[in-house]
Nanobody
Framework: QVQLVESGGGLVQAGGSLRLSCPASGSDFSINAMGWYRQAPGKKRELVATITSDSSTNYVDSVKGRFTISRDNAKNTVYLQMNSLKPEDTAVYYC???????????????WGQGTQVTVSS
């Protein structure tokens, strides 16, 4: 049973910073890409950032230069450092991991339960 659990969300003033963490645990597995999505009230879930197994990264334009995604492969953990936060960054942030459980033929996406990030103006 694979689990991803986000932490690090909270309430911060505009211009502040937060660091989200998301370790993957459970079965023996191999992780391909990891990343973060977010969903604001009344809006569709949006891809924020991704990082591949060789640490290539990609960001949605609205967070470029402010957010940094990273991963620690030894800890099976993905991070999202969020700086210069804006009220429009307010959302529930979800991590995901594209991984293959050993013994399975295919990889698939696993998701965390989400962590709330609220940025006050």
């Amino acid at each position: 049973q694979v689990q991803l659990v986000e932490s690090g969300g909270g309430l911060v003033q505009a211009g502040g910073s937060l660091r989200l963490s998301c370790p993957a645990s459970g079965s023996d597995f191999s992780i391909n890409a990891m990343g973060w999505y977010r969903q604001a009230p009344g809006k569709k879930r949006e891809l924020v950032a991704t990082i591949t197994s060789d640490s290539s990264t990609n960001y949605v334009d609205s967070v470029k230069g402010r957010f940094t995604i990273s991963r620690d492969n030894a800890k099976n953990t993905v991070y999202l450092q969020m700086n210069s936060l804006k009220p429009e960054d307010t959302a529930v942030y979800y991590c995901y991991a594209d991984l293959r459980v050993h013994g399975s033929r295919w990889s698939k996406d696993y998701w965390g339960q989400g962590t709330q990030v609220t940025v006050s103006s």
